[in-house]
């Protein structure tokens, strides 16, 4: 988040790190509920904060059930349906993924669901890897404004936004407080 975000008053704080971690502590839970053997799941975070919450998710789940769930990235940037209409090609990291996929569950994590369409370049990138048994979907932030019939499996908070509003997450870096902030529009 910008220095003038926050200091132009538009800054709505959503989510401090105690609520960030109460709610990947909550979806931890539930796909430990929904998915009986953990053995089997792999947790794709997308680049960038989508991994760090996959391995906060993971790192939750070993310590409540005493096993280690794979973790991966899975990159999007060659995937998305809007890659040819873009200024400057899209910056790409490396995906990982603990192989074979087949007889698993993929749970595609991200930090904030908005339109469906970067799930759905997640769908395709971890395909051209393999066909996994099932593939979920995890966000720390579900804003809604769909635009693919796209839905998540676990949620940390729902947040119904106005389309022109943005929706910022900072998880442990050292340029501030980790958090969620919604970015209201300025009048002008």
Do not use: C
Request: glycine fraction near 6%.
């Amino acid at each position: 988040m910008t220095k003038s975000d926050t200091s132009a008053g538009n800054a709505v704080l959503i989510m401090d790190a105690d609520a960030i971690r109460r709610a990947l502590r909550r979806i931890a839970h539930e796909i430990i509920e929904r998915n009986p053997d953990l053995k089997r799941l792999v947790l794709a975070g997308i680049p960038s904060r989508g991994n760090e919450i996959a391995g906060r998710i993971a790192h939750t789940i070993s310590a409540i059930e005493k096993v280690n769930v794979d973790v991966g990235t899975i990159d999007v940037a060659m995937h998305r349906d809007d890659v040819g209409t873009r200024a400057e090609l899209p910056i790409v990291q490396a995906s990982r993924l603990p192989l074979p996929l087949e007889d698993r569950t993929v749970i595609i994590v991200d930090d904030v669901l908005f339109t469906g369409r970067t799930v759905r370049a997640a769908m395709d990138a971890i395909n051209s890897f393999g066909r996994p048994a099932r593939i979920q979907l995890a966000a720390l932030i579900d804003r809604g404004h769909r635009e693919l019939p796209i839905r998540a499996d676990y949620v940390g908070k729902n947040l119904p936004t106005a389309f022109s509003e943005k929706v910022r997450v900072r998880l442990g870096d050292d340029r501030g407080s980790e958090g969620v902030w919604l970015i209201k529009k300025e009048e002008r």
